[in-house]
């Protein structure tokens, strides 16, 4: 089947707008983690979610970053009041259940200007 | 809290050579670690995870717990092999499956 989709692909805004990012994961995937890859950063971990619950929220770097899933499918990552240092590559996984091989979708490119 | 360490940025070799990319990690419980890659304009992928302990494209890791590594060989390298490899961790337990990935390591295989 399909493998984790993820759009935009890019998106270039203004610093002080807010942006949504979606995850649609693998079909029958119950689990979904966000995590961030950014110059100088490497990969870091955002949020998880098992079905439409959040149990790890720890790597939010803000109150500025909020998710959501619905369904236990779809998720949407919003970032409110964008700063420069939100640029970067925000990734979004899905496994089978949690521990198990996660599968990456392409990334959103974010830019802030 | 657990770390995972890649200590070079930047690996070249020629095509034929040995390869090793280094990964140390810091965790006090029992780890499971992996090796993903990223080749040019593609997605993340899982290369291999040591309890399955298999050998994807001829690049096998071991994991050391004496010395906390988990180091990615290859013995002969391949153009093909270039592209970005990053090192990570799950703790386990009620860590939810999160990852700890390194800084990652881009490699360069020279013909």
């Known amino acids: 089947g399909a493998g984790v989709s993820q759009s935009p692909s890019n998106k270039v805004t203004e610093k002080g707008k807010d942006v949504e990012l979606r995850c649609d994961p693998i079909?029958?995937?119950?689990?979904l983690y966000w995590y961030r890859q950014s110059l100088g950063q490497g990969l870091e971990f955002l949020i998880y979610?098992?079905?439409?619950?959040?149990?790890?929220k720890s790597g939010l770097p803000s109150d500025r970053f909020s998710a959501e899933r619905t369904g236990g499918s779809v998720s949407t990552l919003t970032i409110q009041r964008t700063q420069q240092e939100d640029s970067a590559v925000y990734l979004c996984a899905s496994s089978l259940s949690p521990g198990e091989t996660q599968y990456f979708g392409p990334g959103t490119r974010l830019l802030v200007l | 809290a657990q770390r995972v360490t890649q200590p070079e940025k930047l690996l070249s070799v020629f095509k034929g050579a040995p390869v090793e990319l280094k990964c140390n990690y810091s965790y006090s419980g029992s780890p499971e670690l992996f090796w993903y890659v990223q080749y040019s304009r593609q997605r993340l992928q899982l290369l291999l995870r040591?309890?399955s302990r298999e050998s994807i494209k001829g690049f096998t890791a071991d994991l050391n717990k004496g010395e906390t590594s988990f180091h990615l060989k290859k013995p002969f390298a391949q153009e093909e092999d270039s592209a970005m490899y990053y090192c990570a961790l799950h703790a386990g337990g009620t860590s939810y499956g999160k990852l700890t990935f390194g800084q990652g390591t881009i490699l360069t295989v020279h013909p």
């Open positions: 979610f098992q079905g439409n619950s959040a149990p790890d």
């Open positions: 040591h309890i």
């Open positions: 079909s029958g995937h119950t689990a």
